[in-house]
Nanobody, 125 residues
């Protein structure tokens, strides 16, 4: 099992930027794709972005495409989510997640076996 700890959340105005970080430990980080999900109040958790184990491939939800960028540093066991042009509808708890199976990528919650505790992002209008 990999342990994940998110950081970098906070309060920002509409149009602002935040960079979320996720520190991973516990297994061969570089073999697992990583994702970010988010959950707004009274809504289901939803996929935001994913990156392959090597970092060469990424995918985004339509709602964040062009505004958010996922990246990773395998040497540091870190995953990042750069969020620009933030909107009030981006307000949510953001979770980092690791794929359950190495060398695979999926955008469903059930395909991820490890989760962080979440970090709150609040965008004021």
């Amino acid at each position: 099992q990999v342990q994940l700890v998110e950081s970098g959340g906070g309060l920002v105005q509409t149009g602002g930027s935040l960079r979320l970080s996720c520190a991973a430990s516990g297994r061969t980080f570089g073999s697992y794709s990583m994702s970010w999900f988010r959950q707004a109040p009274e809504k289901e958790r939803e996929f935001v972005a994913a990156i392959t184990w090597s970092g060469t491939g990424t995918n985004y939800a339509d709602s964040v495409k062009g505004r958010f960028t996922i990246s990773r540093d395998n040497a540091k066991n870190m995953v990042y989510l750069q969020m620009n042009s933030l909107k009030p509808e981006d307000t949510a708890v953001y979770y980092c997640a690791a794929a359950r199976i190495p060398l695979t990528i999926s955008y469903s919650m059930t395909a991820h076996g490890s989760w962080g505790q979440g970090t709150q992002v609040t965008v004021s209008s």
